[in-house]
């Protein structure tokens, strides 16, 4: 697994950039000069189902039409709709984490702060996903991961993934 600090290039993941607060990805290739948090995806499926966002001049920045910015749908931000998507991020990061790991206490801890960040992210119509992952993350790292085989930043990653997989389905 990479460095958190690294530069390195992440194939097919979802970088953040805090320079302008965006998640950004270049053909399958994100370089991050600081905090990177991978996230997998289809790319095929991305590229089909997310706009492209126009660059900032920059000279660091990659062109223009290669640079994607992932958002949750708008109308995820309707209360009962949001109500909704966490209750099902709830249930199934849960499932996911005793599927993948194995079954603890913490993973139930877990869904339910991941549930409840994310839920509030979407009422205050919070709809970049790295924004969503970094409000997450810190948030999940109020639960004691001691006797656990995940942190805060892995479950975030995970949970953004699962939330990535249900906006492509529903698209």
């Known amino acids: 697994m990479a460095s958190l600090f690294s530069s390195a290039p992440i194939l097919n993941a979802v970088a953040y950039i805090p320079s302008n607060s965006t998640v950004r990805r270049a053909r399958g290739f994100s370089f991050a000069p600081a905090f990177h948090?991978?996230?997998?995806?289809?790319?095929?499926?991305?590229?089909?189902?997310?706009?492209?966002?126009?660059a900032k001049s920059s000279g660091d920045e990659e062109p223009e039409e290669f640079v994607e910015e992932l958002r949750v749908p708008i109308h995820w931000t309707e209360p009962s709709k949001a109500l909704e998507v966490s209750e099902w991020l709830r249930v199934t990061l849960n499932k996911w984490l005793d599927d993948?790991?194995?079954?603890?206490?913490?993973?139930?801890?877990?869904?339910?702060?991941?549930?409840?960040?994310?839920?509030?992210?979407?009422?205050?119509?919070?709809?970049?996903?790295?924004?969503?992952l970094l409000k997450m993350a810190k948030d999940l790292e109020s639960i004691s991961y001691k006797e656990s085989f995940h942190g805060a930043f892995s479950s975030?990653?995970?949970a953004v993934d699962l939330i990535i997989r249900r906006i492509e389905q529903e698209m």
């Open 37 to 54: 948090f991978p996230v997998e995806f289809n790319r095929r499926s991305l590229r089909r189902s997310f706009s492209l966002l126009r």
């Open 100 to 132: 993948e790991y194995c079954r603890e206490d913490a993973n139930l801890e877990i869904s339910k702060v991941a549930s409840a960040s994310f839920c509030k992210s979407l009422m205050e119509k919070q709809m970049e996903i790295g924004e969503i």
């Open 156 to 158: 975030a990653n995970a």
